[in-house]
């Protein structure tokens, strides 16, 4: 069966600092990957997808970077945090199919705080 | 226009009611769609798929009006677990997900 890891837990940065937040999954190949992001109170915020290694598609531009070095394994990052950064990031995989029904499953997720 | 819009609520029902929560899409190109359910502080999780005909599992029945372009989900004899937000979810062709901000759902006892 398929699982998907997501690193840390929980995270409190200062304003300024640097970030990276890892993803990865196992037990299955190719599979589309995302980056999410929830505020607060707030619906989910589409922030990356990649299709394949290296190939990364941008939604919302803002000072964070996604890579995706292996198939399965999703960094997100950032140079330098803002206090809006603070929210539930969100790692999330689906199979690679245009078309049916290629549902979506999420890691548990990292709560960060910029102070 | 959002892709997906659902009414936040919240709904507050005693246990056993039964309960509906609509959601639009605006895309007409939209294929496929899905109902998640996110307990406080933690990840969505896949309910179930909302296929063409209607699909039923347990409790939970979903159904899909393209004409009108509202997703549905009906839970009846609601349990206190069952206390959650409810997000809607469409995909268009591509390789991207559009989820609804979600519907609070607290079952009283």
């Known amino acids: 069966s398929q699982t998907i890891h997501q690193w840390p837990a929980t995270l409190v940065q200062p304003v300024g600092s640097p970030l990276s937040l890892e993803c990865t999954v196992e037990?299955?190949?190719?599979?589309?990957l995302y980056w999410y992001r929830q505020a607060a109170g707030r619906g989910l915020q589409l922030l990356f997808y990649?299709?394949?290694?290296?190939?990364i598609s941008s939604e919302v531009p803002q000072n964070l970077s996604a890579s995706r070095p292996q198939d399965r394994q999703f960094i997100l990052s950032s140079k330098k945090l803002l206090l809006s950064d603070s929210g539930f990031y969100l790692c999330?995989?689906?199979?690679?199919?245009?078309?049916?029904?290629?549902?979506?499953?999420f890691g548990p997720g990292t709560r960060l705080t910029v102070l | 226009r959002k892709e997906v819009e659902q009414d936040p609520g919240p709904f507050n029902v005693p246990e056993g009611a039964t309960v509906a929560f609509n959601c639009t899409y605006s895309?007409?190109?939209?294929?496929?769609f899905f109902w998640y359910r996110q307990d406080c502080r933690k990840e969505p999780k896949l309910l179930m798929s909302?296929?063409?005909s209607g699909n039923e599992d347990g409790r939970f029945t979903a159904q899909l009006n393209r004409a009108s372009q509202y997703i549905s989900l009906l839970i009846r004899d609601s349990k206190l677990s069952d206390s959650a937000t409810y997000l809607c979810?469409?995909?268009?062709?591509?390789?991207?997900?559009?989820f609804g901000t979600g519907t609070s759902l607290t079952v009283i006892p």
């Open positions: 037990g299955t190949s190719n599979p589309n």
């Open positions: 999330a995989w689906s199979v690679r199919r245009v078309l049916g029904y290629n549902e979506q499953f």
């Open positions: 990649s299709v394949g290694i290296g190939q």
């Open positions: 979810v469409g995909k268009n062709t591509g390789n991207q997900f559009y």
């Open positions: 909302v296929y063409s």
């Open positions: 895309n007409s190109a939209s294929q496929s």
